[in-house]
């Protein structure tokens, strides 16, 4: 298991090596989910870094992440733009998967929007929706911050009774009243992956409170609260969880919905950025 002083001395490294290459640091970070990459596109005076480039950095195995780094300027906010995140079945431990995170604490990153390609277990959703993620159950079996504390970077036990800012989540949900969006709130579950769940596992998750499922975004959540960022999470409900509909699933189906929604995702999360 890594220690603190291996950690740091990776951190230390990772960021030598971005610093060199930056005219500026950013200030607020995105993680981009799978088809939701093209957000990066608006980013204005872009410095692109892939990740097989950057010293400790995983590479993203999954269709849909294009696996750079993208910073620049977005709405007048100095950015750091993950296109593609890991998750924890792609075999990586999770060090690994929220590795970019603990990279933006050093870089003086001090907020972080994560979004995700989710499926909705709210029978009132239906594929297309944005939702903001208010809370979310962790059921991947491990949590990111066990091992040694980098205290550093924050406390042994981080309070995460509100892990997506709330002061964040009402100006995104102004921010969508002003362009004319129906955006609900909803709690994401994050299973491991990397199969769909069984209808079961479902209706196991919505009796315990969940409106919509997925295979990431808790991690790095939970690493970004422990070094005190503030956190906005936005879901894209892709298709309906197994079990709500008689439907097979599949990653094709996710693909081409965060394809047709890719105008309005782009148009909402930088009217977000925008207002934060």
């Given amino acids: 298991m890594m220690t603190e002083s291996e950690m740091n001395a990776k951190l230390a490294a990772t960021r030598r090596f971005l610093v060199e290459r930056l005219s500026e640091l950013p200030e607020l970070g995105i993680i981009l989910g799978s088809g939701l990459g093209s957000l990066a596109d608006q980013v204005e005076k872009p410095t692109v870094i892939p990740y097989r480039e950057i010293p400790d950095f995983p590479l993203s195995t999954v269709e849909g992440h294009a696996g750079r780094l993208v910073f620049g300027q977005l709405q007048g ?9 890991f998750h924890f079945y792609e075999g990586y431990e999770m060090w690994e998967v929220t590795y970019p995170v603990r990279v933006m604490q050093v870089l003086g990153v ?17 594929p297309g929706d944005l939702v903001i993620i208010k809370d979310h159950l962790n059921l991947l079996g491990v949590n990111p911050l066990r091992g040694a504390n980098l205290a550093s970077l924050g406390p042994r036990f981080p309070d995460v009774s509100e892990a997506y800012d709330p002061d964040w989540r009402q100006k995104a949900l102004q921010v969508a009243l002003e362009m004319g969006l129906s955006l609900n709130e909803g709690v994401y579950c994050a299973f491991s992956g990397p199969s769909y769940e069984t209808p079961a596992e479902i209706h196991y998750a919505r009796t315990i409170g969940a409106d919509m499922v997925g295979m990431s975004t808790a991690p790095e959540v939970l690493v970004a609260n422990h070094g005190g960022m503030r956190v906005l999470g936005i879901s894209c409900i892709t298709n309906m969880a197994a079990g709500i509909l008689p439907q097979k699933l599949s990653h094709v189906e996710v693909m081409e ?3 047709r929604l890719e105008k309005q995702f782009v148009r909402f999360v930088t009217g977000v950025v925008r207002a934060l």
């Fill in 77 to 85: 906010k100095r950015v750091m733009v993950m296109q593609g995140r």
């Fill in 257 to 259: 919905t965060a394809e």
């Fill in 110 to 126: 001090g907020g972080l929007i994560v979004t995700n390609a989710a499926g909705g277990v709210n029978r009132n959703f239906r």
